[in-house]
């Protein structure tokens, strides 16, 4: 069985670029999380989507949003972007929302 | 204000012997808490779970010691083996809270 999936798995962007990151969650799991994991830190939350509705949103500005769709994959994206935003993003799925929660590999997002 | 953080943030253990690593909370609220494996370049990988009303459950090799009174989680490893060297967090989620808090982690390092 395929686990989280995300998309892609490097990038490079600049500063004040856009850029939208992907995940495909556990066939089944409605819910999708995503977390911001600085180096040398634990993963941040983000944001908590649970069919197709937002449930939950971290301590992050309005730069960031994301969405989930009918198969319930999702999308983050990040506009105007600044070097502090260079992190690993996870995408977590669960079955329900609040519950045990699978990661993927992760997104590396560098901002120069 | 919520917080989750780790006693030590890196441990050493000959292989063959036993692990231990703790963890402190602060949300007297918590209801649910995680043990993560984090291997370099990978996502957080579920180790063990444990629910408030519990206050030790068991797996394969580990053990994970709830003590609510002190707001303090442990993970024990059992046996250690090259391959349980890896960053390990604890997280927590609160009922009807959406999100993970995770501490900053503890690089756990197995001496052959």
């Known amino acids: 069985d395929a686990g989280v999936t995300q998309s892609p798995t490097h990038l490079i962007k600049t500063r004040g670029q856009h850029v939208t990151l992907r995940c495909s969650p556990i066939?089944?799991?409605?819910?999708v999380s995503w977390y911001q994991q600085v180096l040398g830190q634990g993963p941040q939350f983000i944001f908590q989507?649970?069919?197709?509705?937002?449930?939950g949103r971290g301590n992050f500005p309005d730069r960031f949003s994301a969405r989930q769709f009918p198969n319930y994959s999702s999308e983050l994206n990040v506009n105007a972007l600044l070097l502090g935003d260079s992190a690993l993003y996870l995408c977590?799925?669960?079955?329900?929302?609040?519950?045990?929660?699978?990661f993927g590999q992760g997104t590396r997002l560098t901002v120069v | 204000g919520e917080s989750v953080g780790l006693h030590l943030p890196t441990l050493s253990v000959q292989e063959g012997d036993n692990s231990i690593i703790n963890c402190a909370y602060s949300?007297?609220?918590?209801?649910?808490f995680i043990w993560y494996k984090q291997e370099s370049g990978k996502g957080p990988q579920f180790i063990i779970d444990?629910?408030?009303?519990?206050d030790k459950r068991q797996g394969q090799r580990v053990t994970v010691l709830l003590n609510k009174t002190v707001k303090h989680l442990s993970l024990q490893i059992a046996a250690t083996q090259p391959g349980d060297s890896a960053v390990y967090f604890c997280?927590?989620?609160?009922?009807?809270?959406?999100?993970?808090?995770f501490g900053t982690g503890t690089r756990l390092t197995i001496i052959p």
């Open positions: 066939s089944g799991h409605k819910s």
């Open positions: 949300n007297s609220a918590s209801d649910y």
């Open positions: 977590a799925s669960s079955l329900l929302a609040g519950g045990e929660a699978f």
């Open positions: 444990i629910r408030s009303n519990m």
């Open positions: 997280a927590e989620n609160g009922f009807g809270n959406e999100k993970l808090t």
């Open positions: 989507y649970y069919e197709k509705e937002e449930r």
